[in-house]
């Protein structure tokens, strides 16, 4: 299965961008890359999802590099409320159709200082 | 808006016990999955569930693991004798569909503690 792999954690100043990055050196051409969010004692919440091209949505923006090795989700402007676990995913197809795995990276622990 | 919920939040079993997790998800979806987290450590997926058959399992979902869907509303999770080890923090989702990569909706979790 292929893997993702993210800083341990990061820092940003509020209402300045942050870009997350991860790295999915051995994504395969079906797979998609997600991101989600884990603010603290909650499950976890969908930010975005990109396969291919650049993503935006009015949570975030995701860049997917061309040999879509490594992708960034980026905070356009970091509030204390975005302070969370960021978890690059990598959705692959199984055997069959709409057969679907989620394997979830370490995860960035995001701080926003005031 | 409509979200998935699970009960209990907090379950405490001995070791060997059998437990049962459970999870109502959204209504009009299709597509069911069970994920844990150990504390302090990355969330694990377990199983996906569509068409009342599994669709993916992890490794980690092994024999001592079950899912069922008994009544078109619920979605539960059965480890059949639990270890120690179990004790995580489990989480239910569901999407609406999967191709196309439609989101997950995400449970609040229930915490199983094994002693």
């Known amino acids: 299965d292929a893997k993702t792999t993210q800083p341990n954690s990061m820092e940003s100043n509020e209402e300045e961008p942050v870009h997350l990055p991860c790295n999915h050196s051995?994504?395969?051409?079906?797979?998609?890359i997600h991101w989600y969010r884990q603010l603290p004692s909650q499950g976890p919440e969908y930010v975005i999802h990109g396969l291919t091209s650049n993503v935006n949505n009015r949570m975030a923006s995701l860049a997917i590099a061309e040999d879509r090795k490594s992708s960034t989700l980026i905070l356009h402007r970091a509030t204390l409320r975005d302070a969370a676990v960021y978890y690059c995913?990598?959705?692959?197809?199984?055997?069959?159709?709409?057969?679907?795995?989620?394997?979830f990276g370490t995860g960035t622990r995001l701080k926003v200082l005031a | 808006e409509p979200e998935v919920t699970q009960t209990p939040s907090h379950q405490v079993t001995q070791m060997g016990q059998e437990v049962i997790l459970r999870c109502v998800p959204i209504?009009?979806?299709?597509?069911f999955y069970w994920y844990r987290q150990i504390l302090g450590q990355k969330v694990e997926f377990l199983v996906s569930f569509y068409n009342n058959e599994i669709s993916e399992k992890s490794e980690i979902f092994d024999d001592q693991f079950s899912v069922e869907r008994p009544d078109g509303s619920n979605f539960t999770l059965k480890i059949r004798s639990t270890k120690l080890e179990d004790s995580a923090m489990y989480f239910c989702a569901s999407s609406e569909w999967a191709e196309g990569a439609y989101e997950q909706y995400f449970g609040p979790g229930t915490r199983l503690t094994v002693t």
């Open positions: 995913i990598l959705r692959f197809s199984g055997g069959g159709s709409g057969t679907y795995k989620y394997i």
């Open positions: 051995t994504i395969s051409g079906t797979d998609y």
């Open positions: 209504s009009n979806h299709l597509y």
